[in-house]
């Protein structure tokens, strides 16, 4: 429920685009063509030269990339898909979208955030489609990606509808969800706690939404948990000219609101629980 602002940073690939992460996302390397041609029999020196090595390297794709290093035997993950791989790099393009480092108005291209990830451009391009359906980024012919700009008025348009959604949901579950239920989301609420004194924007976005989903999902709504998921996600994307950190005390009171109101909700205390219900989306940022 914060929000995120420009960070300035510099990156080596490609002039004039920011740097962001790239620890999140651990690539393992693919199968080379060799490989490929011993699996099948096949080998310089064997029956497969010739026209079957031309039929065993067709449909390969080459990249003049620098080669990812493989991952050592010992612990070493299975070759990813290509589906694993865009899921891997959207889920870091988000993060860095979060902590502001990919800065609003900021145009990025698919090739130059690919080599910082180390991948081709292809699974970072339809990471970024993915975030521009989302209304993350538009398209810029022949240039990339660029990030939306976003004032306070969308802002505030978000923390409205999402008010809207969640709370009548809240104080209906707070008049027929157990106690007992309500105290499994204790750890929930308390992971929020820690991240927020972590001062990690990006991973207390992550604990912020995962809490509202866990509440919302005993309403048995999945179609509700979707929508009221994404709006919040949404929420917290970076404003034009926003600070670049709320600080860790900004996020820690945010957090705090969490357990109080899963305390109000295990006393069944309901007039607490619809002051703090609405105060939270009030001051939702």
Not at 11 to 38: E, F, K, L, Y
Not at 58 to 79: D, F, L, N, Q, Y
Not at 165 to 179: D, F, H, Q, S
Request: hydrophobic fraction near 45%; charge should be neutral; charged fraction near 20%.
């Amino acid at each position: 429920m914060e929000q995120a602002g420009p960070r300035s940073a510099h990156g080596s690939a490609g002039a004039g685009v920011p740097d962001i992460r790239t620890a999140a996302v651990r690539v393992p390397a693919q199968p080379q063509a060799s490989d490929m041609d011993r699996k099948r029999g096949t080998g310089s020196g064997g029956a497969g030269t010739g026209a079957g090595a031309g039929a065993t390297a067709r449909g390969e794709h080459t990249h003049s990339e620098t080669p990812i290093p493989r991952p050592r035997a010992e612990g070493a993950r299975p070759v990813v898909q290509r589906a694993s791989v865009r899921g891997q790099i959207l889920d870091a393009l988000r993060t860095a979208l979060v902590a502001g480092e990919l800065a609003p108005g900021a145009v990025y291209s698919a090739p130059a955030l690919g080599e910082r990830f180390g991948v081709s451009a292809t699974p970072v391009r339809e990471a970024m489609q993915q975030l521009a359906l989302e209304g993350a980024v538009e398209v810029v012919p022949n240039r990339g990606f660029r990030v939306i700009e976003r004032g306070t008025r969308e802002l505030a348009e978000l923390a409205e509808i999402r008010a809207l959604i969640e709370v009548p949901v809240m104080l209906r579950l707070a008049r027929t969800v157990p106690a007992a239920r309500w105290a499994e989301l204790r750890p929930l609420a308390e992971a929020t706690v820690r991240a927020a004194s972590s001062g990690c924007r990006a991973t207390y976005a992550e604990c912020d939404r995962a809490f509202h989903r866990a509440v919302l999902a005993l309403a048995g709504n999945a179609q509700l948990v979707q929508i009221a998921d994404e709006l919040h996600r949404r929420a917290q994307w970076p404003l034009v000219g926003g600070p670049v950190s709320r600080g860790r005390a900004d996020l820690v009171a945010d957090a705090a609101e969490h357990t109080a109101l899963l305390d109000a909700l295990i006393a069944e205390d309901l007039t607490v629980v619809q002051s703090l219900v609405r105060e939270h989306f009030t001051g939702a940022c």
